[in-house]
């Protein structure tokens, strides 16, 4: 469905879910964070948010399985003067060699297939460090119609449940004009924060492991 999405968008600019800034409490969570480290960006789509991260001083890796997507994304970080590390593959498969300080989902966890959540659940354990934040924009109601394969939607004490004992550090709501069958889409805006020490950061463990971690620059 992506790819078709991609290919078929007159600019990426056009598809439903562009933004040109990244979600505000994105922004409050990396404010908040005493130094950068790395970051992940989970289906990064046209790159908005990772060239962000990257700006802010992050390393920052950024998986998407559509190669448009990725290929646009690519484009954005040189335009920008930014360097990011793309991945394409499902993001159920990712796996890095050392975690993240800053895990971002912008819109990719309401489309994964219903069976793949526990697996996504599980590795973010493996994704965030200890004192990491994670920002999720998710879907919060059904479309009016039922779609098959539509996105799913969550409710704030769900999105709650499911990322404990990750704290909920702030909740927000959005909107996204969506060509119908969905229409006008409400989707909530999640900072979590990862109970632990800023001694457990991501930058540390890498250094600690004396590897490369996956976000390193080329
Ligand atoms: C709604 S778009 C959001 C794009 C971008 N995060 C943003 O906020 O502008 C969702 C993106 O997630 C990607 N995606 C969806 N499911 C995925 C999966 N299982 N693995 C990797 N990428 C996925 C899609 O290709 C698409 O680029």
Not at 8 to 35: F, G, I, N
Not at 77 to 84: H, I, K, L, P
Request: aromatic share 10%.
């Amino acid at each position: 469905m992506f790819a078709r999405l991609y290919r078929r968008a007159p600019s990426v600019e056009s598809l439903p879910w562009h933004r040109d800034q990244p979600p505000t409490l994105l922004e409050h969570a990396v404010a908040r964070r005493s130094t950068c480290g790395r970051a992940l960006d989970l289906g990064c789509g046209q790159g908005v948010h990772a060239v962000y991260l990257a700006q802010q001083g992050f390393t920052v890796v950024a998986v998407d399985f559509v190669a448009a997507a990725l290929a646009a994304a690519r484009e954005r970080a040189e335009q920008a003067g930014v360097e990011v590390e793309f991945r394409e593959r499902d993001v159920v498969d990712y796996t890095a060699s050392s975690p993240f300080d800053v895990v971002l989902d912008s819109g990719c966890l309401h489309h994964l297939p219903k069976g793949k959540v526990s697996a996504y659940r599980r590795r973010l354990d493996e994704w965030l460090v200890p004192g990491g934040d994670y920002v999720l924009v998710h879907f919060a109601h059904r479309p009016r119609i039922w779609i098959p394969n539509g996105p799913r939607h969550m409710t704030r004490d769900e999105a709650v449940a499911l990322f404990s004992p990750l704290e909920l550090e702030e909740h927000d709501e959005t909107y996204f004009d969506v060509p119908l069958p969905m229409g006008r889409m409400r989707a909530g805006v999640y900072w979590f924060h990862r109970p632990g020490t800023e001694a457990g950061r991501a930058s540390d463990w890498s250094r600690l492991a004396n590897r490369p971690g996956d976000g390193q620059r080329r």
